[in-house]
Each structure stands twice: as C-alpha cells, then as structure tokens.
C-alpha cells in the first residue's frame, strides 16, 4: 500500500513552531463555535463509516480532524509534512488512527487504496494545488469521495487576518468559493457549503429571518468552505 515518497517539501508556511499552540485555539469558546460549525457542514457530506472504510487525511496537523473522522467510524491515517505536528499528534493517540510525515504533491501510496481523501486547511497552504488535487484523486477508490476543507477568501474574519499580515493565514492563498469549485469541477460532481459558526436555530421569527439571510450568503461570506467532489462516471 505505501510507497516511498520522493520529492521536496510543499509548503506555503513552516507549521513547526505553530504545532505545540496549535490545539488551544479550539479549547476558545470562537474556535469550538467554528469548529462545531465545520463539523456540522461536513457531517453533511461524509456519511458515518460503512464497515472497515479507510480515509486518508492529507495534511492532518496535530489530528484534530483526524479524530473526529475515526469518531465517525473510519480507520484514518494521516499525514502531514512538519514533523513536528505529527509529532505533537501522536500525543492524542486515537484507536484505528495513524500519523506520518509525508509530503502532499508526493503521497506514499499506490492507486485507488482509500474510500476517502480529505484535505483541511491544507490546499491553501500547498505550493502546487493542482499536483496536490491530483495526488488526492490518484489515491481515492473509483466509488470513493475527496473531501476539503479551506478558509474562505471573501470571509471578513479571514480578510482582517491577512490585511492585517497574521500568520499562517498571510501566507496563504485563499479561496473564493467560485476559485475553489473551479479547481475541483474538473474531478467530478461538487456540492460544496460555508460554515458559520451563527448556524445553530434559532427560536425566534427575526433570528429565523436572520438565518435564512445568513444561509443565502453561504457561498460567500462562511469562514470555512467545505466540498465534496465525487468523481464523475
């Protein structure tokens, strides 16, 4: 199943020295809103695991995502390419999960080995996207999905981190939702959403109001853009 992967880094921004800070942003009470959000959106997409389903988690950081991907029933092996995140991820350790170091324009398995390959918050940091898109789909199984994750260009929490020169979202380069799709169509079918953390009900008429409005401008000013692409017939 694996194979040695051969080529240089790809990397918009060293996340080494972010690794050992990297989990506390979610223990705030915005990042357990965004992240409760994200999760919802992606739920939406990515059914709970069918028996013995393998997912590739490319990117992976510190695991956050790949944790909640076993809790949904997948034996996950995630990769990412700072040896130090991975490090700081094999601190969490989480049953049917594996962590390693690998490249993403250069991943170490043969064809078609995973039901599903996700991404989050890594296309906007890889130096090649395309290679990196290719390397995901090459990997996936013919019935199986790819599934992103990125921070949404045309959000304003994200255009004040960047005007505003914060790391690593300076180094980035963000996606609108049309920029994104147009990267993923040529794969196959889209269907794609953007998470706000306002998304829970509301009881009242106005607050339903105000999320019907807020729901219209999905595809513009959520935060986080989730896709998911199934390969076309």
């Not at 940091?125 to 290679?131: C, G, I, N, Q, R």
Request: hydrophobic share 40%; glycine share 10%.
């Amino acid at each position: 199943m694996i194979r040695r992967a051969h080529s240089a880094a790809h990397s918009l921004f060293d996340f080494g020295a972010l690794a050992g800070d990297y989990e506390r942003w979610y223990e705030t009470a915005v990042g357990r809103a965004h992240d409760r959000a994200q999760k919802s959106d992606v739920r939406k997409f990515l059914r709970p695991a069918r028996r013995e389903a393998l997912l590739l988690d490319v990117g992976c950081g510190t695991g956050h995502w790949s944790r909640f991907f076993v809790s949904l029933g997948y034996t996950v092996v995630g990769l990412d390419v700072s040896a130090e995140m991975i490090e700081v991820a094999r601190t969490h350790p989480a049953p049917q999960c594996v962590f390693g170091v690998a490249d993403a324009c250069d991943l170490p398995f043969g064809d078609s080995c995973f039901d599903v390959v996700g991404a989050m918050a890594t296309l906007e940091f890889a130096s090649d996207v395309s290679l990196v898109l290719e390397e995901m789909f090459r990997c996936v199984r013919d019935a199986g999905a790819v599934l992103v994750g990125t921070l949404n260009r045309l959000a304003p929490i994200n255009q004040r981190r960047v005007a505003g020169g914060r790391e690593p979202y300076a180094s980035g380069r963000l996606f609108t939702a049309g920029k994104l799709r147009h990267q993923l169509e040529r794969f196959g079918r889209v269907r794609m959403r953007a998470s706000l953390p306002e998304d829970n009900e509301p009881n009242d008429h106005l607050g339903r109001r105000l999320g019907r409005w807020l729901a219209s401008r999905r595809s513009t000013s959520g935060p986080f853009l989730v896709a998911e692409v199934t390969r076309n017939d």
